[in-house]
């Protein structure tokens, strides 16, 4: 396994205006757009993938190709980002940074995608953001649009890259959360349907009596009741992904209320084309056989049961209206709580459906059929220049963090992350049975791991030393990941 950490707290995104091209004309670096503005981000992704003895062989000449031990001429690379939604959700300053993939992140690895596929192939970027998301709005925030922009201008070597959004279905919603207009694309082609079976993870979860009750926020719950029952789990995935032979995921470091943390193996829902078979968490309490609040929040009843209803109803104007109270009521239980729709360490659905991704994504063929051997490579590089804390993975708190990290495989890259951000990741659940689990999905265990911190080579076990500073978890999940709770 090979796991590069580089930081620096001075780093700064640059501004759209120079693409996000170098402010330094490096050896290997072969666009010739150089930027006026100073780019010192372009040089970390560098300096990272370096450190990590990527063609260690060539560094610092023209013919450096740090990618080229996983990308050859002729392949088709996706690059995953996180685009999960515009700044529309938050006030603070900078907040989209906090939990959005950068452009400027995202610029130096197309370039080394483009290098190691020397003139022969395809790059796409992008994901399947949130159901709401307005695209065209979150690609200007994050800089996505300028970055593709520049290889319309600038040599690219003949090599197709295409921004792409992978949702299926879009909803636009106005004052009050009121539905205004719909989308659902009615041409499945390019969507592959995966059953993983009594091989999902959530297949545990039907062992009882009972039927679990599946839900995902804002979604009809039959829909997602369709998808999974005993021995029927069915995830539907972009075709694209799925078609491509190297798939570089590139998430935001920032927590998340319903996993703990969310960057690589989180982010594989980022290629789900219809949402609605995403399994976040189960209808009620435990006693109830859910997952979605605590026992002692019993009071969150009604409103999980009028979100409920509201979801129930087919667009028009009672559903309007149930979803206008739905949208005012949620708002007032999030001043006092997180746990509403599975926000808290009780939720035992949502790191199962993720890890169910995680797998479809390395294992899955283009037909949907889950094969014993990887089906494609998938690395990992970490855009934590601005991370998240707090209420994520839509409302975090901006923290300038200068980090990016990559990783050849996602469990020991999210594993890293989480101790970046002072976590114990064998209290995250997703993390921890990424990592030892029967479906874990790394061949050792991470204490074997050395990593290089800041070109040194460090230990798992100091790693957690070389940062000054814990992240804030999501509101319900500070027992469990503070090592000492703040004053209140």
Known sequence: MIVSMTQDKTLRYPGVGEFFSPSENYPEYEPGHISKEENRVYGAVRSCLAAAGLDQEHINQSMWNPL??????????????????????????????????????????????????????????????????????????????????FYRHYPSGGVDVVLTDLRHHVVSSGTLGIRKVRHHSEDDSDCVRVDLGSRSLLEELQQNAEEPRFRVLDYDPRRTSRSHGRNRHNYFINRRVLACNVIISIPKLKTH????????????????????????????????????YPESMAMLRMVSALHEKANLRQIGILRNVLSGLDSCARKVVRRFTRSLSGGWPGNDTCWRMALDLARIVTYADINGLLQSNP??????????????????????????????????????????????????????????????????????????????????????????????????PPREWRAALLRILPET
């Open 375 to 472: 089906q494609r490579k998938h690395i990992m590089i970490t855009d934590g220049i601005i991370a998240g804390e707090g209420d994520g993975p839509l409302s975090p708190v901006p923290v300038e963090f200068g980090y990016v990290s990559f990783s050849d495989n996602l469990a020991i890259g999210d594993y890293v992350n989480s101790l970046a951000m002072g976590f114990d990741p064998d209290k995250i659940p997703l993390i921890h049975e990424a990592c030892y689990g029967d479906c874990r999905l790394v061949d050792t265990t991470p204490a074997d791991c050395l990593v290089q911190f800041n070109g040194h080579s460090v230990s798992m076990a100091v790693l957690t030393s070389r940062f000054d500073r814990q992240f804030i």
């Open 68 to 149: 080229g031990v996983y990308i050859r001429p002729g392949d088709n690379v996706f690059i995953l980002c996180n685009f999960v939604q515009e700044s529309r959700t938050c006030g603070a300053r900078g907040c989209v940074g906090a939990k959005c993939t950068h452009g400027a992140v995202v610029r130096p690895v197309i370039d080394y995608v483009l290098k190691a596929l020397n003139g022969r192939g395809h790059v796409s970027f992008g994901n399947a953001p949130m159901q709401s998301t307005d695209w065209s709005k979150v690609v200007e925030e994050t800089g996505a649009g300028r970055v593709e922009e």
């Open 257 to 292: 209320e319903k996993v703990g943390v969310t960057c690589g193996l989180k982010g594989c829902v980022g290629t789900v084309a219809h949402k609605d078979c995403l399994a976040h968490h189960r209808y009620g309490p435990p006693s109830e056989g859910g997952d979605e």
